[in-house]
């Protein structure tokens, strides 16, 4: 049985704290960046900002500590932990040696500018360019970015039908959603199971955190597509906007934008391109994003619900006789219903499905987890089905857990085996040694066997030669 591959996935804040603090202050250059940033904050730490935004000298830190009261410490902690990660708070002396707290000043500019207004214009609107001929409503923007999304979601899950650009296949690749052998189809794996029953918003900001991983590796500069990403989040849904005085790298980015539905362009060459609502909403309650820990969690499970106005939500209804009844048309939703499920029969508008022990721990098998599993269930509930509490019938949901037990009962751990000691000393000096620095996983002295973990393999490697050397 092989280890089970977890979706790794970092929220706004543990991204941006993973960048230099170089790139961070050309960052808050960009009062849309600023107002992102802020707007993510705890609501503590906003505060915070606000009390700080118009002060120009430091605030000694002790007086900062009595802005909370004592049982809201560890809150006041975690905002601290957030600003100074952040580099929106720097530490700096004061007169007499006492430690105080000033805020950013380039973020504390830039977000004053947000705020009260004044500066350069965020994007140049296409009115410059006089009415468009081919205006796009709301409505068809919405579903044009579903129909592009949902292109990517069906290349996926192998239809036929779906064909997706070279550089964003290479992309699904390098981000482990899929993998491709010497001379055979790309197919789907197990990070891409667990990546297909996210919601729309989880799933485009995970995909958006792994194509800024290869920004610079393309030639772009982070700042420029970070700062027009945070742009494109403060654009009026059913506006055009100018392409004119875009540098060439944010006009190839606009190209990859216009691929996973973010934004319309009616040509390649078009002087105006339209937002959509997934671009809009992207770095809208991204912290709500699955965090590092994996998306198997309840946290992630409980990431973004579905976008507003992609028809995403409300067909399936489940019933406690372990039958699901899908009311849809879409080929992707019914294809998704299969990765837990057993297709039983297909009608026009509706598909029927039974959850069985088999097609449960076939998904789990797969890297879907239980959570994953149900989540999917209850944001897509029909409203018929929202009507009852809780949505789903208790015994469904604690089955499926069940069911996901029976695979758990053993826990794998990834480690180095050493053994063929020469004698019992050498195995307990080696297995102490190993012990004192928190990295044996199992050891069975009689048989001279011992585990360590990979990250420890090294130094215990290197404690063993040096012991070799002084017999």
């Given at each position: ?7 790794q ?13 170089e ?18 904050l ?28 004592k ?13 100074t990660?952040l ?11 006492l ?20 500066g ?7 009115s ?23 292109v ?13 650009s ?8 390098q ?7 010497a001379g ?23 995909i958006t ?5 290869t ?5 772009m ?21 100018s ?44 912290t ?26 409300g ?41 069985t ?8 098998a ?39 037990l ?18 019992q ?10 012990q ?19 990250h ?11 012991q070799k050397?002084?017999?």
């Open positions: 049985m092989k280890l089970r591959v977890q979706l996935c970092k929220n706004l804040h543990e991204y941006l704290r993973e960048l230099s603090p790139i961070l202050d050309r960052l808050y250059n960009h009062p849309a960046t600023c107002l992102a940033v802020y707007r993510e705890p609501s503590l730490a906003k505060n915070y900002v606000m009390r700080m935004l118009f002060l120009d000298h430091p605030l000694p830190q002790a007086a900062v500590a009595l802005w909370v009261k049982d809201s410490q560890k809150d006041h902690d975690q905002c601290v932990s957030v600003l990660g580099r929106l708070w720097h530490n700096q002396q004061l007169q007499g040696g430690q105080g707290i000033v805020l950013n000043p380039v973020f504390k500019d830039n977000l004053r500018i947000a705020v009260l207004g004044g350069k214009a965020w994007a140049d609107e296409g410059s360019l006089g009415p468009d001929r081919h205006a796009r409503d709301v409505e068809s923007l919405d579903r044009y970015a579903m129909e592009r999304w949902e990517i979601l069906h290349f996926m899950v192998g239809s036929p039908s779906a064909a997706v070279q550089d964003l296949a290479q992309l699904l690749n981000a482990g959603l899929m993998k491709s052998e055979e189809a790309p197919c789907i794996t197990s990070a891409g199971f667990q990546f297909l029953l996210l919601d729309t918003a989880s799933q485009l900001w995970y955190l792994q194509y800024l991983k920004v610079q590796s393309r030639g500069d982070l700042v420029e597509i970070l700062s027009f990403l945070f742009q494109l989040s403060f654009s009026t849904l059913g506006r055009d906007y392409v004119e005085g875009m540098s060439e790298s944010l006009q190839t980015f606009l190209q990859h934008l216009r691929e996973f539905g973010l934004v319309f362009q009616r040509k390649r060459k078009s002087r105006r391109y339209y937002p959509t609502r997934l671009a809009i909403t992207l770095a809208a309650g991204v709500a994003n699955p965090s590092s820990s994996s998306s198997s969690s309840s946290s992630s499970s409980a990431a973004l619900s579905a976008t507003p106005g992609t028809g995403e939500s067909f399936i209804v489940v019933e406690t006789n372990y039958r699901v009844y899908a009311y849809t048309n879409s080929e992707l939703q019914i294809a998704l219903v299969a990765l837990f499920s057993e297709m039983l029969y297909r009608f026009p508008n509706v598909v029927v499905a039974q959850i022990r088999e097609s449960v721990q076939q998904a789990i797969n890297g879907i987890t239980a959570q994953q599993i149900i989540h999917f269930l209850r944001t897509r509930a029909h409203p018929v089905m929202l009507k009852q509490t809780p949505v789903l019938p208790p015994t469904i949901t604690d089955q499926i857990r069940l069911w996901e029976e695979r758990d009962r053993l826990q794998f751990t990834e480690g180095v085996l050493y053994n063929q000691f020469l004698s000393a050498d195995f307990e000096v080696l297995r102490d040694r190993a004192g620095l928190g990295v044996l996983v199992w050891q069975n002295a009689p048989h001279r066997v011992m585990v360590v973990t990979p420890g393999h090294s130094e215990v490697k290197r404690f063993w030669k040096r050397s002084h017999t």
